[in-house]
């Protein structure tokens, strides 16, 4: 009789679990759009419909799950190359990583790094003064050779190969002294322009005391879609970087990251309404590189619906054509 009671029990407990398990399921709701902009609920998604991307809703309202929308093949081929490409900036992620570390390992303040950016601006401009003062003597050489040439000339006489050959020399010297004191100042500027972004770098891992941590020519129709700019020289590459780095500023809605020649990175999004760009350099082959465009949300529900957003696929689309213009209105001036 007690085994009666118990199988009775038992059954009568499964009977409960299922049908509590229904209620549950229909207290589940899901929330979707079609190709239209018309939005749906319902407990169940008809197969009709399976392919939109769709929310899943507590009874509350809350979006608890999300399932994208379904992608072709092509979409899918993409995403794959998106995914190659992301691989390769987070080697120079990477790589700035390593830079990172040996920054904060030898320096140990800004004040450290302000003084060695004055170091070498003194060694720099102590050089500076030493091919000005060779300058000043090859140009009064000149002076001198040539008064010596004229002095001849005008008492009739020919003016000898030797001091033809060393007036040519002197000219030579000069020349050959004045690239270098233009390439002094270049270096000048350049060790500027690495020492701020070091500062910057370093001021910013020293607040937050936080590290975040097959290569093709693209079509042109991918390259849009993927955000990618394929250089045809180390010129036009310089000029593109430059023009790349003002569209990454200009759209990112974060403070800027790191910036040095082959990776440009806004910081991460902290809100679900902010978008965090960045510019890789990455190596085709020896000589040739793209640049790759990449947009980063935050990772929440909103965040992931703005990343999937047109207006993100749009701003994507936009890079490759804003470089092409600005590179043409540059060879125009």
């Given at each position: 009789m007690?085994?009666k009671i118990?199988?009775?029990?038992?059954?009568?407990?499964?009977?409960?679990?299922i049908?509590?398990s229904?209620?549950?399921?229909?207290?589940?709701?899901?929330?979707?759009?079609?190709?239209n902009?018309?939005?749906?609920?319902?407990?169940?998604?008809?197969?009709?419909?399976?392919?939109?991307?769709?929310?899943?809703?507590?009874?509350e309202?809350?979006?608890?799950e999300v399932t994208?929308?379904?992608?072709?093949?092509?979409?899918?081929?993409?995403?794959?190359?998106?995914a190659?490409?992301?691989?390769?900036k987070e080697k120079?992620?990477?790589y700035?990583?390593?830079?990172?570390?040996?920054l904060l390992?030898?320096y140990?303040s800004?004040?450290?790094?302000m003084?060695?950016l004055?170091t070498k601006f003194?060694?720099?401009d102590?050089?500076?003064?030493?091919?000005?003062?060779?300058?000043?003597?090859?140009?009064?050489?000149?002076?001198?050779q040539?008064?010596?040439?004229?002095?001849?000339?005008?008492?009739?006489?020919?003016?000898?190969?030797?001091?033809?050959a060393?007036?040519?020399s002197?000219?030579g010297?000069?020349?050959k002294t004045?690239?270098t004191?233009?390439?002094?100042?270049?270096?000048?500027q350049?060790?500027?322009?690495?020492?701020?972004a070091?500062?910057?770098?370093?001021?910013?891992l020293t607040?937050t005391k936080?590290?975040?941590?097959?290569?093709?020519?693209a079509?042109?129709?991918?390259?849009?879609?993927?955000?990618?700019f394929?250089?045809?020289?180390?010129?036009q590459?310089?000029?593109?970087w430059?023009?790349g780095?003002?569209?990454?500023t200009?759209?990112?809605?974060?403070?800027p990251d790191?910036?040095?020649d082959?990776?440009?990175?806004?910081?991460?999004?902290?809100t679900?309404?902010d978008?965090?760009?960045?510019?890789?350099?990455?190596a085709?082959n020896?000589a040739?590189?793209?640049?790759?465009?990449?947009?980063?949300?935050?990772?929440?529900?909103q965040?992931r619906?703005?990343?999937?957003?047109?207006?993100?696929?749009d701003?994507?689309?936009?890079f490759?054509p804003?470089?092409?213009?600005?590179l043409?209105?540059a060879?125009q001036?």
């Amino acid at each position: 009789m007690s085994n009666k009671i118990m199988h009775a029990t038992f059954f009568f407990t499964g009977i409960c679990c299922i049908i509590s398990s229904q209620v549950v399921v229909a207290k589940k709701m899901y929330r979707w759009k079609d190709d239209n902009n018309n939005t749906f609920f319902s407990d169940q998604v008809p197969p009709e419909q399976n392919q939109f991307r769709r929310d899943s809703l507590s009874k509350e309202g809350r979006v608890i799950e999300v399932t994208e929308k379904a992608k072709n093949k092509e979409q899918i081929i993409q995403d794959r190359r998106l995914a190659e490409l992301r691989r390769e900036k987070e080697k120079l992620i990477a790589y700035q990583g390593i830079h990172d570390k040996a920054l904060l390992s030898t320096y140990h303040s800004k004040e450290d790094l302000m003084a060695a950016l004055n170091t070498k601006f003194k060694t720099l401009d102590t050089e500076k003064k030493i091919i000005e003062g060779n300058l000043a003597q090859l140009k009064s050489l000149l002076v001198w050779q040539q008064k010596q040439a004229a002095l001849l000339e005008r008492n009739g006489k020919k003016v000898p190969q030797k001091l033809l050959a060393d007036m040519q020399s002197t000219q030579g010297q000069i020349k050959k002294t004045e690239h270098t004191t233009l390439a002094n100042i270049d270096k000048k500027q350049q060790i500027e322009t690495e020492f701020k972004a070091d500062i910057d770098r370093f001021v910013y891992l020293t607040e937050t005391k936080t590290s975040n941590p097959t290569n093709k020519i693209a079509s042109i129709i991918e390259a849009n879609k993927l955000g990618l700019f394929y250089c045809n020289n180390d010129h036009q590459c310089n000029k593109a970087w430059d023009i790349g780095h003002k569209f990454v500023t200009f759209y990112s809605t974060t403070a800027p990251d790191i910036y040095n020649d082959k990776l440009i990175m806004n910081r991460p999004p902290a809100t679900d309404f902010d978008l965090s760009l960045s510019l890789s350099k990455i190596a085709l082959n020896d000589a040739d590189y793209q640049l790759f465009l990449d947009i980063r949300c935050r990772d929440s529900s909103q965040g992931r619906e703005l990343c999937a957003s047109q207006k993100v696929s749009d701003l994507r689309a936009s890079f490759r054509p804003y470089i092409n213009s600005a590179l043409a209105r540059a060879a125009q001036q």
